[in-house]
């Protein structure tokens, strides 16, 4: 492959609707291999804004806005890395001749849990949990009381596990969709799933393009209100169940199309597999493989947009822990302790302009000799971090 350097008149462009940390990674890898990066978010100064060769802020469920952006600059490839975005944009960008990534309608089924949850069960015919599709609190009550309790309440308007909550009683119900209704985006519709006394969940991060498709280390981690704060790879798992893993996400991976890496969510109970949920770009509890693989998930996603190789070594065990900052600023300061530099550990702040409780702001990586050592060590990072 060719490599034209950015801001020439044949550069590959690359634009990322979505600038957040992952983003950032994402622009990081496309600037090591000359791509030129166009950034745009909803808000000035995001992440990937930081490292990209231009940046805009825009309302990204604008369609005119984000088509007016895309015509302007003309991009190779468009890259989401967000569900809030207008899909109307995305698909009309893809019918005047644009690469959207993976594809549009890719992102229209993943970013909206209801399209993704019957695209695997109804028409994969994928092993998922129980479900029922709710627009009001009755709805909601009649669905718990048919699928049992304890259930899980999400928006079906994906966004980062914000908004979703275990109902454990029928005096839960109201609650429940009241925290739903808080949700980012759109919450006038709920997905209500069967608790699944899984053993542990994971992620799959798996990459493709015309090269083939490849499978990283499965990825353990823990959510706390719906948002990852620790994640470790790889995840000890019997390999029957993890061959039944990657059987599922290439299937629904290959459902999908297109090019890229998928974060594909499973809940893991003895042998069984039940498919989850699915991201068409890297994935959160991901920022793991910046220590512990050759090509972290964002330089494959970027290498599998290309249509390059998708070869990669695993390094040893590792772990990620989220910081989430303590306190509201307009300028804040990540405070980190000199010894989280070490040979095997580091911090990787995203110089987010603004922090607010409980908003994610740093991650800690470290190495171990096992998962359970790696976990030890990111988390005393994180534990002794603090924000101002």
Same mark, same amino acid.
């Given at each position: ?104 309608? !890719? ?217 989430? !900052? ?37 991650? !800690? ?24």
């Amino acid at each position: 492959m060719t490599f034209t350097a950015p801001l020439q008149k044949d550069a590959l462009k690359l634009m990322l609707l979505g600038s957040g940390e992952l983003g950032k990674e994402v622009a990081i890898e496309a600037q090591r291999l000359g791509l030129e990066v166009i950034a745009v978010d909803k808000y000035e100064h995001a992440p990937a804004h930081l490292v990209a060769h231009r940046s805009y802020a825009v309302d990204m469920q604008d369609k005119e806005a984000i088509l007016t952006l895309i015509e302007k600059e003309k991009p190779d490839y468009i890259l989401p890395e967000v569900e809030a975005i207008s899909i109307d944009a995305l698909f009309e960008a893809e019918a005047r001749g644009y690469h959207v990534i993976p594809n549009a309608e !890719a992102v229209n089924k993943t970013m909206n849990r209801k399209n993704i949850r019957v695209f695997a069960a109804e028409e994969l015919g994928l092993k998922t949990s129980g479900y029922r599709f709710v627009k009001s609190a009755q709805e909601l009550r009649e669905a718990a009381d048919a699928l049992g309790y304890p259930c899980v309440v999400k928006p079906v308007m994906s966004s980062s596990g914000h908004g979703q909550s275990i109902v454990r009683s029928p005096e839960e119900v109201e609650h429940a969709f009241e925290i739903a209704q808080e949700a980012r985006g759109d919450a006038s519709e709920l997905i209500v799933e069967e608790f699944v006394p899984f053993d542990y969940e994971i992620t799959l991060l798996t990459a493709r393009n015309e090269t083939g498709t490849v499978f990283c280390e499965p990825i353990g981690h823990i959510q706390q209100d719906g948002d990852y704060i620790l994640s470790w790879q790889p995840m000890p798992m019997k390999e029957e169940a993890l061959k039944k893993a990657q059987q599922i996400a290439k299937a629904v991976t290959d459902g999908l199309g297109g090019r890229g890496i998928f974060g594909v969510e499973f809940f893991v109970k003895g042998g069984e597999v039940y498919f989850s949920e699915l991201s068409p770009r890297p994935h959160d509890t991901g920022m793991v493989t910046m220590i512990t693989q050759s090509q972290s998930e964002f330089a494959l996603h970027v290498r599998a947009v290309l249509g390059l190789p998708l070869d990669f070594e695993f390094f040893a065990p590792g772990a990620s822990a989220a910081y989430k !900052a303590k306190h509201e600023s307009d300028t804040p300061k990540i405070i980190v302790p000199d010894d989280a530099f070490s040979k095997d550990t580091f911090v990787r702040i995203f110089g987010k302009p603004e922090s607010h409780i409980g908003r994610r702001m740093a991650v !800690a990586l470290a190495l171990g000799n096992d998962v359970e050592e790696a976990k030890a060590k990111a988390q005393a990072i994180v534990d002794r971090m603090e924000d101002e």
